[in-house]
């Protein structure tokens, strides 16, 4: 490394560091601990928290693709480039924050070969083609995630067909507990995220679409 770590966030979930590597390199460090007693780490999310991360998320979104001018120094200031899992630090009290804003926009600084095979295998261009509907499709997998743990884009459409079975209860899909209300609320966040990855980018959501959907989900949450 050519400098010492930068710590750029810090919650009870992990660090996200900064490092300058030798070669002039910029690259983010996820760093997570799971401690060996308490609730942090070690017991999984309910619905409740997981939808409170959920809209964090897209208010992030939201705020980066409302950004006004669009673009700033040959940069696009309105579109994310790299939201995925290990770029969401989660706060104390369960919101959320998107690190990596813009990074995959310098030259070199970040390769992520998953997301290019997958991109070869969808038809969504990702980091190559930097747009807010291959944000709002990263968007979709951190849910798909979220939702039943599902990281491989090969299931999407078995999801799909399996969409009214699980709604009805009859399919497992979701990795937590819920009935009634809170199921129904949680097979409306799955129909966000199989629009959000919609191989036809077109067809996908805008994230202030899928703010609106959120914004009723919620509603019926008080």
């Excluded at 966030?9 to 992990?14: K, L």
């Excluded at 009290?93 to 600084?109: I, M």
């Excluded at 078995?158 to 199921?183: A, L, N, P, Y």
Aim: proline content about 3%; glycine content about 8%.
């Amino acid at each position: 490394m050519r400098t010492s770590v930068g710590v750029m966030g810090d919650n009870s979930r992990g660090l996200t560091e900064k490092v300058v590597m030798s070669n002039g390199r910029l690259c983010t460090v996820n760093c997570k601990e799971v401690p060996e007693g308490g609730r942090r780490g070690q017991t999984a999310l309910n619905w409740n928290e997981r939808l409170r991360i959920i809209d964090s998320i897209a208010r992030a979104i939201a705020f980066i693709h409302g950004q006004s001018p669009p673009t700033e120094k040959n940069m696009k200031m309105n579109v994310h480039g790299n939201i995925k899992s290990s770029n969401i630090m989660i706060n104390n009290d369960l919101t959320a924050r998107l690190s990596d804003y813009g990074f995959v926009q310098f030259p070199g600084c970040i390769e992520d070969s998953e997301n290019k095979e997958r991109s070869r295998t969808t038809n969504n261009t990702y980091s190559e083609d930097l747009s807010q509907k291959s944000d709002v499709f990263n968007f979709g997998l951190v849910l798909l995630d979220m939702l039943g743990g599902v990281r491989d884009l090969s299931y999407i459409n078995c999801i799909i067909k399996m969409k009214e079975s699980i709604k009805e209860g009859d399919s497992t899909f979701f990795e937590f507990h819920v009935k009634g209300k809170e199921r129904k609320q949680a097979f409306k966040v799955l129909e966000i995220a199989l629009a959000s990855t919609n191989t036809l980018p077109e067809t996908r959501p805008s994230i202030e679409q899928i703010m609106l959907k959120l914004s009723d989900i919620l509603n019926t949450s008080k």
